[in-house]
């Protein structure tokens, strides 16, 4: 039972657009979320996170959008970079706990 | 070092064989996690220490799998007799939080391939 899912495994956008990357949820536990970049034989990096009292958080070209009745939440690049192009995690931590639930994850490839 | 040391960055093991998977955290920081990735998919939580202890080992497959920290800092992550299903990419996180509310810093994992 997959309690964090990424429904797209990979997303193509040319640079400069919007990239759109989305995460549904199911556990009503979870109340803090928080958005991972990988590259390739690299470890995670930690992008942005977003607490549950919010809807909105945002960083730079990075926006998190959190909708809590349909558990489901975004990440939005704006304007998209070739430097982007990574594989994005989402991430959901239950506010008694310290463990993190990932999803599957997006590949994001932005072509120049 | 600056960030969180995994080695070695691969393994390769027989079918059988035990492991020992190393993590050096980053100094001073008080929580450690161990991530198990299979190909394809997120990561998995394992185990969670808070200095030397081990408060969180729901996520162990098996009692094949066994976590230390035995000073608080450097962790060992051992699998007895392994097996083809443990192959993957194992990572270890740190944070200076005991409830981190930031994302931990990983490090860039070991690739155990079991044949």
């Known amino acids: 039972d997959q309690q964090v899912k990424q429904n797209s495994p990979s997303l193509s956008v040319q640079e400069g657009r919007i990239s759109i990357l989305n995460c549904d949820y199911t556990n009503s536990m979870f109340d803090y979320f928080l958005w991972y970049k990988k590259y390739p034989a690299e470890g995670p990096t930690f992008l942005i996170s977003i607490s549950s009292i919010k809807d909105k958080n945002e960083d730079g070209r990075f926006t998190v959008f959190l909708n809590k009745s349909a558990k489901h939440l975004s990440l939005h690049i704006v304007p998209s970079q070739p430097g982007d192009s990574a594989v994005y995690f989402c991430?959901?931590?239950?506010?008694?706990?310290?463990?993190?639930?990932f999803g599957g994850g997006t590949r994001l490839m932005v072509k120049p | 070092g600056a960030g969180v040391s995994q080695s070695p960055r691969y393994k390769v093991a027989k079918r059988g064989q035990d492991v020992a998977l190393r993590c050096d955290p980053i100094s001073g920081h008080v929580s450690l996690f161990w991530y198990q990735q299979a190909l394809g998919q997120g990561p998995e939580f394992l185990t969670y220490f808070q200095n030397e202890a081990q408060l969180d080992k729901s996520g162990l497959p098996s009692d094949r799998f066994f976590a230390e920290r035995p000073e608080g800092s450097v962790s060992t992550l051992k699998i007895q007799r392994t097996q083809q299903e443990d192959s993957a990419v194992y990572l270890c996180?740190?944070?200076?939080?005991?409830?981190?509310?930031?994302?931990?810093?990983f490090g860039s994992g070991t690739r155990l391939t079991v044949v």
């Open positions: 996180a740190s944070s200076p939080y005991t409830k981190p509310l930031y994302g931990y810093t």
């Open positions: 991430a959901a931590r239950p506010g008694a706990g310290n463990m993190l639930t």
